[in-house]
């Protein structure tokens, strides 16, 4: 692991955090400093989703190395679930060693068939209530380069984000700003299934163009998701007229996370 480069990421997000920042975007951060600075496969923060119709569990932000479609189902199931049930880190350091034991074995072989063979979930914890985890997936045995202290503070970044509100002057409570991250997982669905009829895809290939177009874009996957809604209501008999379903001809400036 990099160390100048995971100092370069705590530094972007403790920093953010001193400004009137949009929690989904420092989400979107956190997923893609985590996939970056651990070399990572995939990783993705998940928040437990407490409300009557809900799974329990929701992921809020995802990244993944260019060209790869992640299963979302690694995120939500397995290690990850129970670290951001109990509020412990859960881990595999290599699955195909056989001293790491039975647990989770529906997750292990959906793992080991997806090229997996280490992950870490850091618990995410506004005092001592759990709210979610941050899962890290890598195709290698995880070893000694990849330091836990980095993860945990990545999470407990994410609970301070969380825990400060979503509102011009952070008066949100923790449980408000966790709904309204949760609302967003809904537009992001709604955008998949647009993306997936619009193109003809399956539903793995159009969450991994959604990505592509928020990284296109300069903005995150729920932004992105919430143009492509937009689109599609403003233009239901051909959504992609608007710009929002294509990568840009020309690159798109870079916003910053604070507003």
């Not at 996939?35 to 929701?58: E, T």
């Not at 874009?217 to 809604?229: D, F, G, K, L, R």
């Not at 294509?246 to 400036?253: N, Q």
């Amino acid at each position: 692991m990099n160390t100048a480069q995971t100092r370069l990421a705590v530094a972007d997000l403790t920093a953010t955090l001193a400004t009137d920042f949009d929690v989904p975007a420092l989400l979107h951060a956190v997923a893609e400093h985590a996939c970056q600075c651990f070399d990572a496969v995939s990783a993705a923060v998940i928040l437990l989703d407490k409300r009557a119709d809900s799974s329990g569990i929701q992921i809020v932000a995802e990244a993944s190395r260019e060209d790869t479609v992640a299963d979302p189902r690694l995120h939500i199931s397995g290690p990850g679930l129970t670290s951001a049930r109990d509020g412990a880190v859960a881990m595999i350091t290599d699955i195909d060693q056989p001293d790491e034991g039975a647990r989770w074995p529906d997750y292990r072989q959906r793992a080991r068939a997806a090229g997996m063979r280490s992950m870490r979930a850091f618990p995410v914890k506004a005092m001592t209530e759990p709210l979610g985890s941050v899962v890290v997936h890598a195709d290698e045995p995880w070893g000694n380069e990849r330091p836990n202290d980095f993860g945990q503070i990545l999470a407990d970044l994410t609970a301070i984000a969380l825990s400060m509100g979503t509102e011009h002057g952070r008066v949100s409570t923790t449980a408000d700003t966790v709904a309204a991250v949760l609302d967003g997982t809904s537009v992001i669905a709604t955008a998949v299934g647009i993306l997936a009829e619009y193109f003809d895809l399956d539903l793995d290939a159009a969450r991994a163009r959604l990505r592509k177009l928020a990284r296109a874009h300069q903005s995150t996957p729920t932004e992105q998701a919430a143009a492509i809604v937009d689109a599609q209501n403003t233009n239901p008999t051909d959504p992609g007229a608007v710009p929002a379903l294509h990568i840009p001809d020309e690159p798109v400036a870079p916003p910053h996370i604070d507003r």
